[in-house]
């Protein structure tokens, strides 16, 4: 696949007629789960799941989506979705893309970018990230000459 950004966490994905909006394809709503799906999926490969999030008080929450909706995918296609952490400070900010592939030409048909920040649960507000998302997260970005 021509992936923006090497080694990418991937989840194979197929519309269903429930996703399909009024112009059929896929509706926007469709695209922005998909990528919370995904980026769930592989923070708990990276062995970081919401259960830690809560023992920990602590979450990344997105400060920031964009999404670039590039070409339409229609009911019944076969897609593949990629998900990359790119940036991380270390304290407070992290950065996660995703781009989304049709299997059978390869034409990339989303593109997509969330600022996240490191949020406690409790209170809702900004606080440092705990060593566990550091020592997890960080081995993970994309190294920095990768970036498109």
Do not use: K
């Amino acid at each position: 696949m021509a992936w923006d950004f090497p080694n990418p966490f991937t989840l194979r994905r197929v519309p269903v007629a429930d996703e399909i909006d009024g112009l059929n394809h896929v509706n926007n709503g469709a695209y922005v789960r998909w990528c919370e799906g995904v980026a769930w999926a592989h923070s708990e490969s990276l062995g970081i799941a919401m259960s830690d999030y809560q023992r920990l008080d602590r979450a990344m929450a997105i400060r920031h989506a964009e999404y670039d909706y590039v070409l339409a995918a229609l009911e019944g296609e076969n897609l593949t979705l990629a998900t990359w952490l790119v940036a991380c400070d270390g304290r407070l900010t992290m950065e996660r893309r995703f781009q989304l592939i049709r299997d059978a030409d390869q034409a990339t048909l989303l593109r997509g970018r969330w600022q996240l920040v490191c949020i406690e649960i409790s209170s809702g507000g900004p606080r440092r990230m705990p060593p566990e998302f550091i020592q997890t997260y960080v081995p993970a970005i994309v190294a920095a000459e990768s970036l498109r």
